[in-house]
Antibody, heavy 120, light 110 residues
Framework: EVQLVQSGAEVKKPGEPLKISCKGS????????IIWVRQMPGKGLEWMGI????????RYSPSFQGQVTISADKSISTAYLQWSSLKASDTATYYCARLYYYGSRWFDSWGQGTLVTVSS | QSVLAQPPSVSGTPGQRVTISCSGSSSNIGSNTVSWYQQLPGMAPKLLIYSNNQRPSGVPDGFSGSKSGTSASLAISGLQSEDEADYYC???????????FGGGTKLTVL
């Protein structure tokens, strides 16, 4: 069974760094793209970036370029999303999902989400 | 402002059929397939429809999808209270070289 398990909820202060994770199991993690998605409170889904763990090819959404860093360690089947300096506006739930690409593309498996709260 | 346009809300009574629209452009829906996701309150999104009209195993046949030109639709037949959720459409965008999502539609079962 394909599973993505994300790290737990975080409460941080503005200016602090943070790295959250997404661990895949039940499939060859290296050979499927992983997407990170932001959902602000009461709002919709926003694509942040996407990574191919096998060679760490990364594409960022223009809205998030320079704001976050995406990485992956295929040896432990884990993708990461990190901030160097959090802002209150980063308060949101963050999801990772697997991109299934077979001619067409869709996100077939999602992590449970990581709630990040940034408050002084 | 989301790239794909969805109505903010739709509603229906138990047993009824409702549809949710999703409008895009030539660079996304017009040239790529559409997928739909269901997000129950407090939960992660779940794949509902892929490749415009295909249901993953386990998704009831009351859910169906269609696409025409630069628009797509999700239909839900035999509405049940447990269908109350937010629904999102998505498609790859060739200009952005990444996915785009609709703003989401909240389904209320009256």
């Amino acid at each position: 069974e394909v599973q993505l398990v994300q790290s737990g909820a975080e409460v941080k202060k503005p200016g602090e760094p943070l790295k959250i994770s997404c661990k895949g199991s039940g499939y060859n993690f290296a050979t499927y793209w992983i997407i990170w998605v932001r959902q602000m409170p009461g709002k919709g889904l926003e694509w942040m970036g996407i990574i191919f763990p096998d060679d760490s090819d990364i594409r960022y959404s223009p809205s998030f370029q320079g704001q976050v860093t995406i990485s992956a360690d295929k040896s432990i089947s884990t993708a990461y999303l990190q901030w160097s300096s959090l802002k209150a506006s980063d308060t949101a739930t963050y999801y990772c999902a697997r991109l299934y690409y077979y001619g067409s593309r869709w996100f077939d498996s999602w992590g449970q989400g990581t709630l990040v709260t940034v408050s002084s | 402002q989301s790239v794909l346009a969805q109505p903010p809300s739709v509603s229906g009574t138990p047993g009824q059929r409702v549809t949710i629209s999703c409008s895009g452009s030539s660079s996304n829906i017009g040239s790529n397939t559409v997928s739909w996701y269901q997000q129950l309150p407090g939960m992660a999104p779940k794949l509902l429809i892929y490749s415009n009209n295909q249901r993953p195993s386990g998704v009831p046949d009351g859910f169906s999808g269609s696409k025409s030109g630069t628009s797509a639709s999700l239909a839900i037949s035999g509405l049940q209270s447990e269908d109350e959720a937010d629904y999102y459409c998505a498609a790859w965008d060739d200009s952005l070289n990444g996915p785009v999502f609709g703003g989401g539609t909240k389904l209320t079962v009256l």
